[in-house]
Each structure stands twice: as C-alpha cells, then as structure tokens.
C-alpha cells in the first residue's frame, strides 16, 4: 500500500474551522472502519485525537472531529486556535500483513495566521 | 504513570546492526501489543511493526521494506519490547518509536489506534 494522500497544509485564523482530508483506496480507508488521526508538534511524539473514524480519545478537546465517506477520511478542526498549529497524521488499518499492517498519510501542517 | 522510554540509537555504518529497547510501565504490559513505528526527519510516520502478547503467541508482522532484516521480540519478566536491526540501509535513517495501543475497558485498539508513545531514539545510518 502507498500512504495516503493527505494536503501538504493548510492555514487557517483563530475561531475559524479548517478541514484536513485523507486518501486513501478500497483497500484501506474505504474498507475499514479504523482511521486514524495524530497531532504532532516540532520535536514532540504524535498524539492521538482522533480513532475509529470519529471517536475522540479521553481528554481530547471537542473541536476536533473526523468522518469518512468513501475512500477518503477528514479531520476538522473548530474554533481554531493558536496551540492547534502542528503536523497532523491520518493513518489507516489495512489488514495486509504481506506490505504494511498500517498505512499513514505523509502528514500536514497546520497553520494558525 | 503510563510510560514507553526509547534507548539504543544512533549512529551505524550501512549493513551494520542495532538493537532498540524500549522500557514500558504504568500500564498491563503483558496484555499489550507493541508496535514501532520510524519517521524520517521531516517526513511523515511509517509502521515498522508489531508484536502480539504472549497469549497471542508473540505473532509478529512486519511492514515490506523491513521484512527479513528488523526483528521484534519482548520480555514480560522486565516490561520490555525490542527492535533487533540487522543489515541496516540509509532508509532506515529515522527517529523510531515505540507504541502502544488505545484501551477502553477491555476493548483495545492494538493495531490501528495508537495512544501511548515514547520519545523516539535516533537512528542514523551512513559511512
């Protein structure tokens, strides 16, 4: 499986809402239900915001939601704010166990003007 | 407090080896699946692999690219999951990190939702 195609970034204003998409194919994104989606700030591990398509983890702030339709999955952010500026990952389950168990997007960074 | 803690990067000649440790605690080692995942400096995340937990057989996958040169083992007795890195290529120059799953009650996200994340270690190859 190649990654999934995420925008390279995107930017966006305080208290705006932005939308960040995900690519994926028949084979990952468009047949499970287990996408994904990480946060990353510069020097920092990845942290989970985001599973099973729409579930948010304990104590991940409601502004941030994910959906799927299709082959494709999205993160949207609302009330942006200025600690929301970072790197974001989607990432998928795939079932192969022959190339790649798990699929992540090549990540976009968030910009917050 | 619920915590993974790299060790054992840096820098090899192409072909040589390492071994990545990873020091697990606060949380049900035993039950847990681990997984490692490498990213290049300033590129995206890959999977690297995964073990299972013993009552799994400790079944192991590996992604393609590594397949037949990285190794993923683990000690129960001292809470620990490695990455044996043998024949090593200058795509394997990344920050690796070791992972755990997400856990809600006795549901866990083993292989697609990853909660708990160490720090990374550096892994450099080059002559």
């Known amino acids: 499986q190649s990654a999934l195609t995420q925008p390279a970034s995107v930017s966006g204003s305080p208290g705006q809402s932005i939308t960040i998409s995900c690519s994926g194919t028949?084979?990952?994104?468009?047949?499970?239900?287990?996408v994904s989606w990480y946060q990353q700030h510069p020097g920092k591990a990845p942290k989970l915001m985001i599973y099973?398509?729409?579930n948010r983890p304990s104590g991940v702030s409601d502004r941030f939601s994910g959906s799927k339709s299709g082959n494709t999955a999205s993160l949207t952010i609302s009330g942006l704010q200025a600690e929301d500026e970072a790197d974001y990952y989607c990432?998928?389950?795939?079932?192969?166990?022959?190339?790649?168990?798990?699929?992540f997007g090549g990540g976009t960074k968030l910009t917050v003007l | 407090e619920v915590q993974l803690l790299e060790s054992g990067g840096g820098l090899v000649e192409p072909g040589g080896s390492l071994r990545l440790s990873c020091a697990a605690s606060?949380?049900?080692?035993?039950?847990?699946?681990m997984t490692w995942v490498r990213q290049v400096p300033g590129r995206g995340l890959e999977w690297v692999g995964r073990?299972?937990?013993?009552?799994?057989?400790?079944?192991?996958d590996y992604a393609a690219p590594v397949k037949g040169r990285l190794t993923i083992s683990r000690d129960d007795s001292k809470n620990m999951v490695y990455l044996q890195m043998n024949n090593l290529k200058s795509d394997d120059t990344a920050m690796y990190y070791c992972?755990?799953?997400?856990?809600?009650?006795?549901?866990?996200?083993?292989?697609?939702?990853?909660?708990?994340w160490g720090q990374g270690t550096k892994v450099t190859v080059s002559s």
């Open positions: 099973e398509v729409s």
């Open positions: 606060g949380f049900t080692f035993t039950d847990a699946w």
């Open positions: 028949s084979s990952d994104i468009g047949r499970y239900k287990y």
């Open positions: 073990i299972q937990s013993k009552t799994n057989h400790e079944t192991t």
């Open positions: 990432s998928s389950y795939t079932g192969s166990t022959t190339l790649t168990l798990v699929v």
């Open positions: 992972t755990a799953g997400l856990c809600i009650g006795t549901a866990c996200h083993w292989d697609d939702a990853f909660e708990i």
